[in-house]
Antibody, heavy 118, light 110 residues
């Protein structure tokens, strides 16, 4: 059974950094495209970033370009989201999700919470 | 990257049908057949219900169906059941290798 598990969330001050991880099991990880999607408290879903199975294509939402970086280590079955220059509006539950076919997500983790606050 | 437009709420009685709309533009919903729908219960991760406008993943009841006309996609839930009460989000790829979600619709089963 395919499973994704996020970790690395926490409380960070504005301007700070955090690195989220998404560990996959039950599937050939090197064939997976992976998305990060976030959800601010009481708000809707917001797509953040996508990385292709080989790491050679990466796409970002305009709201995070230049501050958040997606990467992967296929030897560790893990995708990362490096978050720099964090702002209050980055406060959210961050989900990683497996790309199903084209721009849809069929397996989701349970999420990790990031709180940006002084 | 503007969000797609969904009605904030929808409702229906058990057994009835309800349709939720998702309006985009000619650059996203109208341009690509990569519209998806997700169901989300409070405090839980979203679940894929429909992909590529009208395709159902295995395990999703056929009471859920999707369609598209122009720049508006729709999710129809037939034979409403109490367990269908949840938030529903549409998504569509855009023209610049990005993805956008709708604002979400809270479906209430009366």
């Amino acid at each position: 059974q395919v499973q994704l598990v996020e970790s690395g969330g926490g409380v960070v001050q504005p301007g700070g950094s955090l690195r989220l991880s998404c560990a996959a099991s039950g599937i050939t990880f090197s064939r997976l495209g992976v998305h990060w999607v976030r959800q601010a408290p009481g708000k809707g879903l917001e797509w953040v970033a996508f990385i292709r199975y080989d790491g050679n294509k990466k796409y970002y939402a305009d709201s995070v370009k230049g501050r958040l970086t997606i990467s992967r280590d296929n030897s560790k079955n893990t995708v990362f989201l490096q978050m720099n220059s964090l702002r209050g509006e980055d406060t959210a539950v961050y989900y990683c999700a497996k790309d199903h076919d084209r721009w849809d997500m069929d397996v989701w983790g349970k999420g990790t919470t990031v709180t940006v606050s002084s | 990257q503007s969000a797609l437009t969904q009605p904030p709420s929808a409702s229906g009685s058990p057994g009835q049908s309800v349709t939720i709309s998702c309006t985009g533009t000619s650059g996203d919903v109208g341009a690509y057949n990569y519209v998806s729908w997700y169901q989300q219960y409070p405090g839980k991760a979203p679940k894929l219900m429909i992909y590529e406008v009208s395709q159902r993943p295995s395990g999703v009841p056929d009471r859920f169906s999707g369609s598209k006309s122009g720049s508006t996609a729709s999710l129809t839930v037939s034979g409403l059941q109490a367990e269908d009460e949840a938030d529903y989000y549409c998504s569509s790829c855009g023209g610049s290798n990005n993805l956008m979600f709708g604002g979400g619709t809270k479906l209430t089963v009366l």
